[in-house]
């Protein structure tokens, strides 16, 4: 099946096929309040769960590609990239010019290469916030563990997170440990103050494009071919959301949208964002009780001017 990326074939106008500089990154490769820079001279090789720590920056070059492994050196589950609350990434690809995140096994000079079957090759991309959730807990940990490098929430909506800017997550999604599952792209406590903009998912083994509670706003969202849902709301997320476009893959047995709530359903924080310009197109064959927007109890929002 022919590919289906936001900017499909003229990324090669940007695309170097000379020999590029191979750059491993690993969770040891970033420190506290360093400021650091990607090209699109390096080809990035994410190894393991790397955290961008707190008071750090990373700027990544218009077409610059980062692969991730799925089997990393330090016996990680996969590869992710995480930006920390109080880190910021500024991720600012062109519209002839994105930058790509996807698997190590990809040849991103043939957008034949891999399809839409091939799904849940690494990780994929994490960002936290110190944004407002509807949970039990003012915070929360990603990831379940000790670190405090995968916390996230708190009291400020208007927190920022960086900027992404025509940025495509290829081939992602990853089962951490039982009952944390890592969607393509994942938007977890992140404040208004971060820009997402002309941003895809395509083909990820869990949902394309997750929020769970924060404020982020978003403009140009593409979630094509992924094998849960193409958007997941949770947690008290408000944000606005403008010219989302969801694509489900044949077989596909989940939601256009999942738009829950909070935990529990009862909490005062709940998520009601506004959402306009929405397409959403289902799977050719579908279970009868599939709905492309689902809401789940002790939610609300808006939906205008969608399909």
């Not at 959402?275 to 009868?288: A, D, E, M």
Request: charged share 15%; proline share 4%; glycine share 12%.
């Amino acid at each position: 099946m022919k590919n289906f990326y936001i900017i499909p074939f003229v990324f090669f106008l940007c695309l170097s096929f000379a020999a590029k500089a191979q750059v491993v990154v690993n969770d040891a490769s970033f420190e506290e309040g360093i400021s650091y820079s990607w090209t699109s001279a390096q080809e990035i090789i994410l190894d393991g769960i790397v955290y961008l720590k707190p008071g750090s920056s990373l700027t990544i070059e218009a077409g610059t590609v980062i692969k991730g492994l799925d089997t990393p050196s330090n016996g990680d589950p996969t590869s992710v990239l995480v930006v920390s609350a109080g880190a910021t990434i500024n991720a600012l690809g062109e519209a002839s010019c994105p930058i790509i995140f996807t698997s190590v096994v990809d040849d991103v000079s043939d957008p034949f290469d891999l399809t839409t079957t091939d799904a849940g090759l690494w990780g994929g991309l994490v960002i936290l916030g110190e944004g407002i959730l509807g949970n039990d807990e003012p915070s929360d940990s990603f990831f379940g563990t000790a670190s405090t490098y995968d916390d996230f929430g708190g009291s400020n909506n208007d927190d920022g997170s960086g900027t992404l800017r025509y940025v495509s997550v290829r081939h992602a999604g990853a089962s951490v440990t039982p009952g944390v599952e890592i969607s393509g792209i994942t938007f977890a406590g992140v404040g208004r103050n971060t820009t997402v903009e002309y941003v895809e998912a395509f083909a990820c083994v869990d949902d394309g494009i997750a929020f769970f509670g924060g404020a982020v706003n978003t403009k140009y969202l593409v979630s094509a071919y992924n094998q849960d849902d193409a958007f997941d709301i949770d947690l008290g997320y408000v944000g606005l959301g403008q010219h989302w476009f969801g694509l489900s893959r044949d077989g596909n047995v989940s939601f256009g949208i999942e738009w829950d709530g909070a935990r529990p359903d009862e909490n005062p924080i709940y998520s009601n964002p506004i959402l306009s310009n929405v397409t959403l197109i289902g799977p050719s064959s579908i279970r009868s009780e599939l709905e492309g927007v689902y809401m789940r109890d002790g939610t609300a929002g808006t939906l205008s001017n969608s399909i």
